[in-house]
């Protein structure tokens, strides 16, 4: 009982269900906009990750949650955490000035 999941990123998360028998499992659900402080914390970094001759830098966000519960015996159990990475590009030049990709689908 008592399921749900604390993530570092995503504020609320709901689940579908929040009592589970034992070997049940259900799913869980929240969202994430990157802020600008992130975007400009990964442009003004020493070591961006994948600055391109294109005028983009590719930032890493990274995101880690964890399961937790209460197990039939009345013990709170927490999951392993469960991290997932993924890259967003960001233009690294003036505001107002689009890099020559923009609007194509790579």
């Not at 992130?38 to 590719?58: E, I, Q």
């Not at 949650?65 to 197990?71: E, S």
Request: glycine share 12%; hydrophobic share 25%; charged share 15%.
């Amino acid at each position: 009982s008592d399921v749900g999941v604390t993530d570092d990123l995503v504020a609320r998360v709901t689940c579908e269900s929040t009592a589970l028998a034992p070997g049940q499992s259900t799913t869980c659900r929240g969202s994430y906009t990157i802020t600008r402080a992130a975007v400009h914390k990964c442009l003004t970094s020493a070591k961006p990750s994948g600055g391109t001759s294109d005028g983009c830098v590719r930032c890493p966000v990274t995101n880690t949650a964890l399961a937790h519960g209460t197990g039939p015996n009345g013990d709170r159990v927490t999951s392993l955490p469960a991290r997932a990475t993924i890259t967003v590009t960001v233009h690294d030049g003036h505001p107002g000035k689009r890099p020559p990709h923009y609007g194509a689908h790579r």
